[in-house]
C-alpha cells in the first residue's frame, strides 16, 4: 500500500513542478521584456537579412524559437541566450537542433559543421540558428511545402 501511495504522490508531483518551473520562467521573462524596447518579427528579420541572411530563413527561425519560449509576447532579440529563455528543460541545443531540421524536413547536420558553430558562436543564440540553417538550406534548398509538424 506504502508502494501505490508513493507512486501515486510521484504522479501527482511531477505536474506540479513542472508547472512551477514554466510559471517561475514566466515571471522571469516578464521582468527581462519589461526591459526591452518594441522589436517585432519583422525587425527581426530585417536585421538579419541585413547581415546577408535569408529572410525566409530567419522567419522560420524565429517561428522555431517562439515556440520554445513560453511567455507568448516576448520580444526576441537577436543577441538573447536561448538557453536562457527557452523552455529546453531537459533538452539541450543539440536536441533544439535536431527538432527544428527534423521539422522542416532536414537531416541533422555533420558534426563539422556543427564544430565550426560553435567555434564561431559563444552561447546558443537566434544567429547560431540561422547560420545553422542557412548553411543547411544551400544543401537542401526549402521546399514550401515540407515542414511536418
Known amino acids: 500500500m506504502k508502494f501505490i501511495t508513493f507512486i ?6 511531477v505536474p506540479f513542478f513542472i508547472y512551477i518551473q514554466r510559471n517561475s520562467l514566466k515571471v522571469k521573462l516578464r ?3 519589461k526591459t526591452r524596447s518594441r522589436f517585432t518579427k519583422d525587425d527581426f528579420v530585417i ?3 541585413a547581415r546577408g541572411y535569408d529572410p ?6 524565429y517561428d522555431e524559437i517562439m515556440e520554445w519560449i513560453v511567455l507568448k509576447n516576448f520580444t526576441l532579440m537577436p543577441d538573447d ?3 536562457l529563455l527557452c523552455d529546453f528543460r531537459d533538452f539541450d541545443d543539440m536536441d533544439f537542433i535536431h527538432e ?6 532536414y ?6 559543421v556543427l564544430d565550426e558553430l560553435n567555434e564561431k558562436y559563444n552561447e546558443f543564440t537566434p544567429e547560431y540558428l540561422i547560420d545553422l540553417l542557412q548553411n543547411h538550406a544551400s544543401k537542401h534548398p526549402l521546399q514550401p511545402h515540407a515542414v511536418v509538424r
Open 8 to 13: 501515486v504522490g510521484f504522479v501527482l508531483l
Open 31 to 33: 521582468k527581462i521584456n
Open 47 to 49: 536585421y538579419f537579412e
Open 56 to 61: 525566409e530563413i530567419a522567419e522560420i527561425a
Open 81 to 83: 541566450n536561448l538557453h
Open 100 to 105: 527544428v531540421c527534423s521539422g522542416l524536413g
Open 107 to 112: 537531416k541533422m547536420p555533420d558534426q563539422h
